[in-house]
């Protein structure tokens, strides 16, 4: 926002302002004269607005000397005449003259009823502000934004949607711009509602009968099936409908990959089904990169002394092991899985399939074969394995309440009591 500069119109330029709202002169053009806004020059109407542009536009624009210039249009709303305001700043006019026009803009705009002005113009060279200009002006705005491909893409999708509901498993769809008479009448089942197209061009959907398929047609340039056109040749079929999710925004929820889900080997499966029913405590499983399958490693007898030397050095495993202890008087069979990953010892392709894999085996596991995990642990070294560790992962200590911090009490009879009326002398007065 420009500061203004306190500069406001005559009494002749706002009885002429209220003159031409009327609709009785076509152009006004406003300059600054001794720090009031002015009658430069004006045009009564002559013929059809664009017609006059360019003739009465063009000859009072000054190359060293800014200026405003209103020119009345032929169409209306609701208060009457739709004006065109131009502000003229030639590259060649002084600085100080630049400035002084720009910041007085809006007090021209309000002085004359800003409900009036149907657009606004800004031009430094004559073909800025001619009667093309003003068209490309036009253009220009009511142009789509301009979309990136995603956005692009996005619209495409939702072009794609529509059409599948608008032709049967039979009928042929054709995509032309409204008003290009491209598909023959004895093929042409309806037309459909417009639709906008990635580049913002509205596209006329035809529906042909199955029969087209077969026919052809000539035009000026090219062969091509009937339903196509010189913008669109070809012919798209649609099987029948199919859903697509486009709605995306901020709280729009996507599917993501939840894991990979390699097979459970028969010898995999066996031993999980025995560790279930408790005959034995230990199992071992590795991936096997090459087939994509989990297998079977071991399932030798193992006690909790004897759970680090399970854990390879060089390459990652699952591990089911059942935890016999006692808890707080009561003896206890808790099943735990561990995933044992060597750090950087193994290759990107080992760490990321072993990671991935993880959560869709623990779902199977817990889902098909009912077996209950009392806890999941992560390891990159097998000595950290202890009963102490165990037990603490198992049944984690309870935070004991903390009472919160009490403020203690001030020193008491240090300042002596509070007065609310000094006492003589205290002031500088003799008592």
């Known amino acids: 926002m420009t500061h203004q500069t306190g500069i406001h119109a005559t009494t002749e330029l706002r009885d002429f302002f209220a003159k031409a709202r009327n609709g009785s002169v076509r152009l006004i053009k406003v300059i600054i004269e001794d720090e009031q806004l002015v009658l430069g020059a004006h045009k009564e109407l002559s013929r059809r607005w664009d017609a006059d542009y360019d003739a ?112 049967s498993s039979r009928e042929m769809v054709c995509l032309h711009p409204p008003g290009m008479s491209v598909c023959s009448p004895s093929l042409l089942v309806s037309h459909k509602t417009p639709l906008p197209s990635p580049r913002g061009v509205l596209l006329t959907v035809c529906l042909l009968s199955p029969r087209s398929q077969d026919s052809r047609c000539q035009d000026s340039s ?108 009561d003896y206890l069979e808790s099943v735990v899985f561990i995933y044992s990953m060597p750090g950087y010892k193994c290759s990107i392709k080992e760490r990321m399939l072993y990671s991935s894999c993880k959560s869709r085996l623990l779902d199977t596991v817990e889902q098909e074969f009912c077996l209950e995990i009392a806890k999941k642990i992560e390891i990159d070294d097998g000595a950290e394995l202890t009963a102490e560790f165990l037990y603490e992962e198992v049944h984690p200590k309870q935070h004991a309440f903390k009472q919160a911090f009490a403020k203690p009490k001030g020193p008491v009879g240090k300042r002596g009591q509070k007065r609310l009326i000094k006492g003589p002398g205290e002031n500088g007065e003799d008592s």
């Open 56 to 167: 009465f536009v063009l000859p009072l624009l000054d190359e060293q000397q800014p200026c405003y210039v209103l020119y009345r249009l032929d169409s209306q709303n609701a208060q009457g005449y739709e004006w065109l305001f131009i502000s003229w700043s030639p590259d060649s006019s002084p600085v100080r003259l630049k400035m002084l026009y720009a910041a007085t803009r809006a007090t021209v705009k309000k002085e004359f009823g800003g409900g009036h002005i149907k657009d606004e113009m800004f031009g430094t060279v004559k073909e800025d502000v001619s009667l093309a200009g003003y068209q490309k002006h036009v253009s220009s705005c009511s142009a789509p934004a301009p979309l990136t491909a995603a956005e692009q893409e996005l619209q495409q999708i939702r072009i794609n949607e529509d059409l599948p509901s608008l032709a």
């Open 222 to 329: 090219t062969e091509m099936m009937v339903g196509g056109c010189c913008c669109c040749p070809s012919l798209v079929e649609y099987p029948g409908p199919k859903e697509v999710k486009t709605e995306i925004s901020v709280e729009s929820k996507h599917q993501t990959l939840q894991g990979l889900a390699f097979p459970l080997q028969l010898d995999a499966q066996q031993a999980i089904q025995a560790l279930k029913q408790k005959k034995i405590n230990y199992i071992q499983l590795k991936l096997d990169l090459e087939r994509e399958t989990i297998d079977l490693v071991h399932t030798s007898p193992t006690e909790i002394a004897d759970l680090p030397k399970r854990i390879p050095q060089d390459s990652a495993r699952y591990h089911f092991f059942l935890y016999k202890h006692s808890h707080e008087g």
